[in-house]
């Protein structure tokens, strides 16, 4: 079974800290992995895409990484803002002619003053 | 671009209603999904289209939903009757196929369904 599975649940740092998210997945056939960054009462937005050969990417202070033996991608967060505070969601793509989403139910970060 | 275009944003409805959820995809994109987002389940794809056409409606939970594409720039996601186990955040996401090895999915700002 195709299944994306994130961790922590949830967290909570102060600002200008660093923190990572974690991400394991047991999917086949993969084609790519995403991760995306949904404030509250908006749509997901993509940060990073990797493909199996890529195994790091950065956007600004937001860097991922992957490891395709083990399945396992992170995302870490430099020096977080208040507008960080959102809920991130790791998604990976199947090879399947349409890339079908399969989606982790995400780790949900507050970012505190 | 005005990204993909969701109405309405908020819907509060009564068990047994029609519900009907619209949603204006990118200009130019080929491809139209519908996704539902729960605490419990994350988010899930109810359907997709091709070029108007219906792909695959594996996801769509039971003959109480019900989607169309008439035209490239319109599509729809209807349920009747709703139920209160319909309550959640319904987006829809538009992609262009060919532009770029990632398809990158584009996301609505959802219509958060409540049905009391």
């Known amino acids: 079974k195709n299944q994306v599975e994130q961790s922590p649940q949830s967290l909570i740092i102060l600002e200008g800290k660093n923190c990572t998210l974690q991400?394991?997945?047991?999917?086949?056939?993969?084609?790519?992995l995403r991760w995306y960054k949904q404030d509250t009462g908006r749509g997901p937005v993509s940060l990073t895409i990797?493909?199996?050969?890529?195994n790091t990417k950065s956007n600004g202070r937001y860097t991922a990484t992957l490891d395709a033996d083990t399945k396992q991608s992170s995302l870490h967060i430099t020096a977080s803002q208040l507008s960080d505070s959102a809920s991130y969601i790791c998604?990976?793509?199947?090879?399947?002619?349409?890339?079908?989403?399969?989606f982790g139910t995400g780790t949900r970060l507050l970012v505190s003053p | 671009d005005a990204g993909v275009i969701q109405s309405p944003r908020h819907e509060v409805t009564e068990m047994g209603q029609e519900v009907t959820l619209r949603c204006k995809p990118i200009?130019?994109?080929?491809?139209l999904f519908w996704y539902r987002q729960t605490m419990m389940r994350g988010l899930e794809l109810l359907i997709y289209?091709?070029?108007?056409?219906?792909?695959?409606d594996s996801g769509m939970p039971e003959d109480r939903f019900s989607a169309k594409m008439p035209n490239a720039s319109f599509s729809t996601l209807k349920i009747q009757p709703s139920e209160p186990r319909d309550s959640a955040v319904y987006f829809c996401?538009?992609?262009?196929?060919?532009?770029?090895?990632?398809?990158?999915?584009?996301f609505g700002p959802g219509t958060r369904l409540t049905v009391l």
């Open positions: 996401a538009s992609s262009a196929s060919g532009r770029s090895t990632y398809n990158e999915q584009f």
């Open positions: 991400c394991n997945y047991t999917v086949s056939p993969f084609s790519n």
């Open positions: 990797m493909t199996f050969s890529e």
């Open positions: 998604v990976v793509s199947l090879n399947t002619g349409f890339q079908k989403l399969v």
């Open positions: 200009s130019g994109h080929d491809y």
């Open positions: 289209f091709n070029n108007n056409v219906p792909i695959d």
